[in-house]
């Protein structure tokens, strides 16, 4: 059972690391959790992070000061004494340098007086997804500076969902203030003037239907 157990873990695409509670040794780290900590594959094992990942220079922060609240935090199944955290992001610092973020969940193994005996910690590196978020957060902040900076107003219609995205520009040119005038369909046709609406709503299917590329 050790042997698949081992195997198990050894395959999972997150890092996973047991230490004992008290001499906080590692039993079992595989590979991925040693990838992630920058340490060589192995080392970890009866050894504990301090010796090998911290004293190495290693470092791991909490970008979050409320990162363990009571939110992150639920009662042990066995045991309503002990706790299990989900779900907190950090920041790991290699000692070589390279800088991960991290997703973590740990949680106390007991024994069969409900007394923790290891502390097993899930880590899954989440390096790539945050870069993502990050660069989309840099691009809508990018647009927002151009739209408000142009004399020209933007809608950003979304079909499907029947919401919009206006600039603070294009409620000025109505004599909104920004964020009073609703994105969708129905209030912008209900603004058409009557002479032009019939032609005005044509043009818009005609655009929907692909029959021209600008309006």
Known sequence: LNRVLHNAISQVPVGVVVTRTGERRVVVANSEFHRIMGISHGSLINSTLK????????????????VLN???????????????????????????????????????????????IAMVTIVQD?????????????????????????????WDWDIPEDKGFLSPRYSEIYGYEEGELPGDIKKWAEMLHPDDKSQALKRLVDIIKKKKETY
């Open 70 to 116: 009571e939110d992150l935090l639920v009662h042990h199944l066995l045991s309503r004494k002990h706790y299990i955290a989900r779900g907190y992001e950090a920041r790991i610092h290699q000692p070589g340098g390279r800088q991960l973020n991290v997703l973590m969940h740990s949680s106390p193994v007991l024994d069969d007086n409900k007394q923790s």
């Open 51 to 66: 010796d090998t990942f911290f004293n190495a220079g290693g470092k791991c922060f909490y970008p979050d000061p409320g």
């Open 126 to 154: 989440i390096t790539t997804i945050k870069q993502k978020e990050e660069a989309q957060l840099r691009k809508e902040a990018q647009l927002e500076y151009a739209l408000s900076a142009t004399v020209d107003g933007l």
